[in-house]
């Protein structure tokens, strides 16, 4: 038995566009968040400290980090995951070696002035942090973070780089 008559198909037309709406709002949800923070320079026997903290998921958010060098290669510790509670505070560090170059025997402080160039060069590193946020519909605005380079020696703060309070 068909129904020809249109208002008894336009229930139908509603039904399918809501069930095409809702495929497409899910289609919206944030898969995941990567913030990347502006390169730095480092020299030796200095520290890059990334700090963060959840400002706005009750439940915890699960993140993860990583320093890269200036072509983006990782470096220092392998990417890790973090949960993150409500209100904590996480910093992570990467050092820099004292010295590339051994100085000790007079055979290799003879190659360190020949390598003197490729050394000035190794002296000072470009380095970048980014921190992806793992948990589903999370927002960057969720987490509040910095990055920071200071000296070992004095721990004095040469930059620091923090994103501004909502």
Request: glycine share 8%; with cysteine.
């Amino acid at each position: 038995m068909k129904d020809g008559n249109p208002l008894t198909k336009l229930p139908r037309l509603v039904a399918v566009l809501l069930i095409l709406g809702v495929a497409v709002a899910q289609a919206d949800i944030l898969r995941g968040v990567s913030i990347s923070f502006a390169p730095v320079g480092m020299t030796m026997d200095q520290t890059a400290r990334l700090s963060l903290v959840n400002v706005g998921v009750r439940n915890g958010i699960l993140i993860s980090w990583r320093f890269m060098d200036a072509s983006g290669g990782a470096i220092g510790k392998p990417q890790e995951q973090i949960f993150l509670p409500f209100g904590k505070i996480v910093s992570v560090d990467f050092k820099r070696p004292r010295d590339p170059l051994p100085k000790t025997d007079p055979a290799e402080r003879l190659k360190t002035e020949v390598q003197a160039q490729g050394a000035a060069e190794r002296l000072r590193a470009e380095v970048r942090a980014q921190v992806d946020i793992l948990t589903p519909n999370v927002s960057s605005e969720s987490l509040r973070r910095s990055l920071e380079v200071f000296n070992n020696d004095t721990g004095a703060t040469t930059v620091c780089i923090g994103d501004a309070a909502p």
